[in-house]
């Protein structure tokens, strides 16, 4: 589990994480019609498929070549889909692979940018309707995450206990993982089997949403 792993292998993990995310990705969208590239993605409202694959191909861009001003940003996401609203899927593909793959040879990746690709993918396979990521994929995310944010919260999940705080919490592994990045609203969380529900604010990285997201 990545809660045991050294710093070292921690970093290789989450670069491994990134780039079979990558390949996963490119293995979804490429071949999409222009229906399914235009279809908005229910946990990005804002956002389009294409527009989805525009952000991940523009932050790998920006952070090979140390563009970062701003990151991470709406400023600085929404410029990633604005600079590539007139390019080709399979051009945005291909851009993505080759500055992912420097990505792989720096000495470290930031470990938001793997999180990032495999909620996103997340993201993607709901729009699509496609399978959920699989668990192998998520929970070794969630069971790093859980202790680091609720530090006051034993969370109670279908694949056993993680941390070990005064607070209970029991619920679905994958709906507590969405919602650290705000793919849940306050309303869901509060519903979940919790023993004392101060910790809610804690839990998503970015704002929860206003509305229920379910998929």
Not at 47 to 73: C, F, K, N, Y
Not at 75 to 82: D, F, G, I
Not at 104 to 116: H, S
Request: glycine share 6%.
């Amino acid at each position: 589990m990545l809660d045991t792993v050294t710093r070292w292998e921690e970093l290789r993990v989450f670069e491994e994480i990134y780039r079979e995310a990558r390949q996963r990705i490119v293995g979804l969208t490429m071949g999409l019609t222009a229906d399914e590239l235009a279809r908005t993605v229910p946990a990005c409202p804002e956002w389009t498929v294409h527009q989805v694959i525009a952000h991940l191909s523009g932050e790998s861009s920006d952070l090979v070549s140390g563009r970062m001003a701003g990151a991470p940003s709406e400023e600085w996401t929404a410029r990633h889909v604005a600079e590539r609203a007139d390019v080709a899927v399979e051009d945005l593909l291909e851009q993505w692979n080759v500055f992912g793959d420097k990505i792989g040879e720096m000495p470290r990746i930031p470990f938001q940018l793997a999180l990032d690709a495999i909620t996103h993918e997340a993201d993607l396979r709901a729009a699509l309707g496609r399978e959920r990521l699989p668990d192998a994929v998520w929970q070794p995310t969630l069971v790093w995450m859980a202790p680091r944010r609720l530090t006051d919260v034993t969370v109670k999940t279908e694949f056993g206990d993680v941390g070990d705080g005064p607070i209970t919490l029991e619920v679905d592994g994958y709906e507590l993982w969405r919602a650290f990045f705000g793919r849940r609203s306050r309303a869901q969380m509060e519903a979940w089997n919790w023993s004392d529900r101060s910790p809610i604010e804690k839990i998503p990285f970015f704002p929860a949403r206003e509305t229920d997201l379910v998929e």
